[in-house]
């Protein structure tokens, strides 16, 4: 499984930005699919989760309310819609494809990894 993020970049505080992930092989309908994130110094940690049919998704609370998770399984593509971005928000993001079919925000639940898309907020 080879998936590729794009779609980062350098956007203002309180700005947009739309991430996707793409599945090359296009085997992922079944999966559960997440975005997480790392900024320098940090751990990965947890942004958001979608489901196998995609409607049920969990999110951090640190992004909740602004962020959005979606999915086009005919594409096999994970989307993260981020809005009202915030500096902190700074990070580099992955998309990764789960074990499972049901949404989890438990890192070792995910078995194939992207190699990231790098987000920049500035205040």
């Known amino acids: 499984v080879q998936l590729q993020a794009s779609g980062g970049g350098l956007v203002q505080a309180g700005g947009s930005l739309r991430l996707s992930c793409a599945e090359s092989r296009r085997t992922t309908s079944n999966n559960a699919l997440a975005w997480f994130r790392q900024a320098p110094g940090k751990e990965r940690e947890f942004v958001a989760s979608?489901?196998?049919?995609?409607?049920?998704?969990i999110y951090a609370d640190s992004v909740k309310g602004r962020f959005t998770i979606s999915r086009d399984n005919a594409k096999s593509t994970v989307y993260l819609q981020m809005d009202s971005l915030k500096p902190e928000d700074t990070a580099v993001y992955y998309c990764a494809v789960a074990r499972g079919s049901l949404a989890t925000s438990r890192l070792e639940y995910y078995r194939n990894w992207g190699q990231g898309t790098q987000v920049t907020v500035s205040s």
């Open positions: 979608i489901g196998y049919r995609g409607t049920n998704t």
